[in-house]
Nanobody, 124 residues
Framework: VQLQASGGGLVQAGASLRLSCTTS????????MSWFRQAPGKEREFVAG????????YYADSVKGRFTLSRDRAMNTMFLEMNSLKPEDTAVYYC??????????????????WGQGTLVTVSS
């Protein structure tokens, strides 16, 4: 599985951005696709995840109501629509794919395939 994230940039607080994750090689064995982020000096953390078989979506509490995950299967692309951005959203955003069990959909170590990351900077 190969993933490539794009769409990051520099925006002011309150603005919106849409990240894209183009995928190839996703097979029936892939159970989940997710977004993670890593701020400077911090560990990589879960942002949003999609359970492929049922289409259920999961969000970190910090982004719930502001971020929306979607997928265009025809384009093999996953999106992260980010609204009402805050300075604390500043991070490198990564997309990931893997075969976690449902209870581990938020666990970084459950994913084996990662994109290269795209930087989002939100100024105050």
């Amino acid at each position: 599985v190969q993933l490539q994230a794009s769409g990051g940039g520099l925006v002011q607080a309150g603005a919106s951005l849409r990240l894209s994750c183009t995928t190839s090689g996703v097979t029936f064995s892939t159970r989940a696709m997710s977004w993670f982020r890593q701020a400077p000096g911090k560990e990589r953390e879960f942002v949003a995840g999609l359970w492929l078989s049922g289409g259920n979506k999961y969000y970190a509490d910090s982004v719930k109501g502001r971020f929306t995950l979607s997928r265009d299967r025809a384009m093999n692309t996953m999106f992260l629509e980010m609204n009402s951005l805050k300075p604390e959203d500043t991070a490198v955003y990564y997309c990931a794919a893997g075969r976690p069990i449902l209870s581990q959909v938020r666990a970084r170590d459950a994913y084996v395939n990662w994109g290269q990351g795209t930087l989002v900077t939100v100024s105050s």
